[in-house]
């Protein structure tokens, strides 16, 4: 059967068109009629889907976040025992972060905007959040018991990782993976555990 | 004779006080010159970038404070693991009594934070610095993970705790038990060896 392609709906294309021109001119400066304007509709179009310019960033936000999650997520239960499922998530989450336009303009540019969603309080929520994209493949690995502290632990990597100065770094699969040899699975089970494969 | 190193702290510790009393946003030079009794010309000689230049120094001086405080309540500590339990909880509530911060995270966290983390390395550089001697000694006594560096051990430990104290995430750090779990299981596992991470 040929496959059924449908045309993105225009709630879609409104948040793809955000993600464009954040990632060109900042949080700041993009204004609601640069995104209707790339996105081919008008102003008032705009609007019913989008009350305000904080509503339409926290849909682009989220859409984004969730999207980074599932890729996360399928990494992981592609992958046979703990060390390749923590190393590929790691390294999808170290490629989708260093490839997310928006918010590498946002940390090279304006990271007081950013700054207060990843720090303090808004890095406990940044944890929680990104928690959530480790837990179902640690959860084929470890015991139910020590898989939020494991999830908590690999979002936390990710976190560290996540200041402008270290971008460069985690843009290297190599440096990943010795990161993740290293310093992440050593954290996540104590040494008896670390050469489980999946509990079925 | 007030030499520069003096007129230096006083105009900080001056600055302190007015981000204290009316926030970032309303510190002027002019209040700053005014609560540490000295000229405008002397304050911009301290600090020739002028105001983004007294903020930033500000805020690494009273971080450079607060990490002085941790230093001195966790002089004693016999061993690296023990320092590290006893640094966690020190600075978790140091960090949750702090007023000033506090406030700031609340009123001005744009403000704030860029000043931390993203326009100045010093804290981390601080931390590690601080924790490089004790992992040395560790490393004499036989106590690191083999292939482990001093240097390698110092910065994914300062960060890692950098990270702890700011979100601490599902950790409880005001519970003694909670904490020694995190550091011995999780934290130093991939710094120290079994042995090191078991002694009490």
Known sequence: MAAVTTAPSTEQRLLE??????????????????????????????????????????????TEAARMVAAIDAAGAAAEDLEDAVVAMMRTAAHELSHQAALQFAL?????????YLAFSGGDAFLAAASGA???????????????????????????????????????????????????????????LRTVHSKG | MANEATTRERILEACYACIARHGFARTTVEDVAREAGLSRATLYRAFPGGRDDLLRETVV????????????AVAGAPDFATLVEEGLRYA???????????????????????????????PLRFVVGYLEPFLEREQRAGRLRPGVEVADAAEYTGRLLLSLIGSPGRWDLTDP???????REQLLAPVLTPEALAAT
């Open chain 1, 17 to 62: 068109a955000t993600l464009a021109c954040l990632a060109r001119h900042g949080i700041a400066k993009t204004t609601l009629d640069d995104v209707a304007r790339k996105a081919g509709v008008a102003r008032a179009t705009l609007y019913r889907y989008f009350p305000g310019k904080q509503a339409l960033l926290a849909a682009a936000v989220a």
């Open chain 1, 108 to 116: 090279a540019h304006e990271p007081e905007q950013v700054l207060p």
């Open chain 1, 134 to 192: 480790f837990a179902p493949t640690l959860a084929r690995f470890l015991p139910a018991e020590r898989v939020p502290r494991a999830a908590e632990w690999c979002a936390r990597m990710v976190l560290t990782v996540l200041e402008p100065s270290e971008q460069a770094l985690i843009a290297d699969d190599a440096v990943v993976r010795d990161m993740v040899r290293e310093f992440v699975i050593p954290g996540l089970v104590p040494e008896s």
């Open chain 2, 61 to 72: 001086w009273e971080m450079g404070r607060f990490f002085g405080r941790l230093a001195e």
């Open chain 2, 92 to 122: 978790r509530a140091a960090i949750l009594e702090h007023e000033v911060l506090q406030t700031v995270l609340v009123t001005e966290p744009e403000m704030l934070l860029p000043l931390m983390t993203v326009q100045t390395e010093r």
């Open chain 2, 177 to 183: 038990s909670e904490v020694r779990l995190l550091v």
